[in-house]
């Protein structure tokens, strides 16, 4: 399948109705596992700061930690499309993210890259966009900005703010996104959001009303040291990864995940 076949295939699930189920991989085995049990989209998160780097936050990770990591990952996948992160301070500029995000294509192996960011990262999606590059969005709540939120705290509660992510989300459609994450926001914006919007949306702590979930891999089986509200151990009732992962996917397909448990008001 080619590129641009894998990234038009979400339209395609979101007209369905099909929901799209999606988790993180750093390595080329956890890919090839995600692959056998028929993941939609694999995405490089940053979050691999975290939880394979061991720092508090996101903002260490370097373009040459996300090239190398989607590297592993992309050699894992056959047919399955791949998303990488942009990492923070890799797209200040048009210029810098076209060159950037040509890299994580080129060396990496991604199809599509992910940005953090609304209206002030405008510019830079549209010039991603008219060059030929498949765009994930990402808003609600932004990892790389988590010192100006004060901590990973819950996006879009007044309705101020939930008017400006709304607004961001259309305006990212327009300037020619193919997806959205959208995280910690409350379930009932985020139904408005997708909605509103032709392209899917993929939730994390958004609520079962998106086109589709996100989760990072190593909350779905316990290996983060703690659950965040919006994941589930998956491992405890499935017993083994593989397993862990089908339910997962299963879940995430047939709306049983997220529960309100998993999902903020
Ligand atoms: O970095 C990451 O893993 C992410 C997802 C959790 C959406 O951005």
Same mark, same amino acid.
Request: aromatic share 6%; hydrophobic share 40%.
């Given at each position: 399948?080619? $590129?641009?076949?894998?990234?038009?295939?979400?339209?395609?699930?979101?007209? +369905?109705?099909?929901?799209?189920?999606?988790? *993180?991989?750093?390595?080329?085995?956890?890919?090839?596992?995600?692959?056998? %049990?028929?993941?939609?989209?694999?995405?490089?998160?940053?979050?691999?700061g975290?939880?394979?780097?061991g720092?508090?936050?996101t903002?260490?990770?370097?373009?040459?930690?996300m090239?190398?990591?989607?590297?592993? !990952?992309?050699?894992?996948?056959?047919?399955?499309?791949?998303?990488?992160?942009? #990492? /923070?301070?890799?797209?200040?500029?048009? !210029?810098? &993210?076209?060159?950037?995000?040509?890299?994580?294509?080129?060396e990496?192996g991604?199809?599509? !890259?992910? =940005?953090? @960011?609304?209206?002030e990262?405008?510019?830079?999606?549209?010039s991603?966009?008219?060059?030929?590059?498949?765009? /994930?969005?990402?808003?609600?709540?932004?990892p790389? +900005?988590?010192?100006?939120? @004060?901590?990973?705290?819950?996006?879009?509660?007044?309705?101020?703010?939930? @008017?400006?992510? =709304? &607004?961001?989300?259309? %305006?990212?459609?327009?300037?020619?996104?193919?997806?959205?994450?959208?995280?910690?926001? #409350?379930?009932?914006?985020? %139904?408005?959001?997708?909605?509103?919007?032709?392209?899917?949306?993929?939730?994390?702590?958004? $609520?079962?009303? /998106?086109?589709?979930?996100?989760?990072?891999?190593?909350?779905?089986?316990?290996?983060?040291?703690?659950? #965040?509200?919006?994941?589930?151990?998956?491992?405890?009732?499935? $017993?083994?990864?593989s397993t862990?992962?089908?339910?997962?996917? *299963?879940?995430?397909k047939? @709306? *049983?995940? #997220? *529960?309100?448990?998993?999902?903020?008001?």
């Open positions: 399948m080619k $590129g641009s076949q894998r990234v038009s295939r979400l339209r395609e699930l979101k007209k +369905s109705g099909e929901k799209i189920a999606s988790l *993180t991989a750093y390595d080329a085995s956890f890919a090839r596992l995600l692959e056998k %049990a028929g993941i939609d989209f694999v995405l490089v998160g940053d979050s691999l975290m939880v394979l780097q720092e508090a936050d903002l260490k990770v370097s373009m040459e930690d090239i190398y990591h989607t590297r592993l !990952v992309s050699r894992g996948l056959q047919q399955t499309l791949l998303v990488a992160d942009m #990492p /923070c301070n890799s797209y200040t500029d048009s !210029v810098q &993210a076209l060159n950037n995000a040509r890299r994580l294509i080129n990496g991604a199809h599509m !890259v992910k =940005l953090e @960011g609304g209206s990262i405008l510019d830079q999606v549209k991603l966009c008219q060059n030929g590059v498949a765009v /994930c969005g990402h808003l609600g709540l932004q790389q +900005s988590v010192h100006k939120y @004060g901590g990973y705290k819950v996006q879009g509660r007044n309705e101020e703010d939930a @008017g400006r992510i =709304l &607004a961001d989300a259309i %305006a990212l459609e327009h300037a020619g996104v193919d997806m959205i994450v959208l995280e910690c926001i #409350p379930r009932l914006l985020a %139904a408005k959001i997708s909605v509103a919007l032709s392209i899917p949306t993929i939730g994390i702590g958004a $609520g079962v009303d /998106c086109d589709g979930q996100i989760l990072v891999m190593y909350d779905v089986i316990g290996l983060s040291g703690y659950i #965040p509200k919006m994941a589930n151990d998956f491992l405890q009732q499935g $017993g083994s990864i862990a992962v089908s339910n997962y996917i *299963t879940a995430v047939n @709306g *049983t995940f #997220p *529960t309100s448990a998993q999902s903020f008001d």
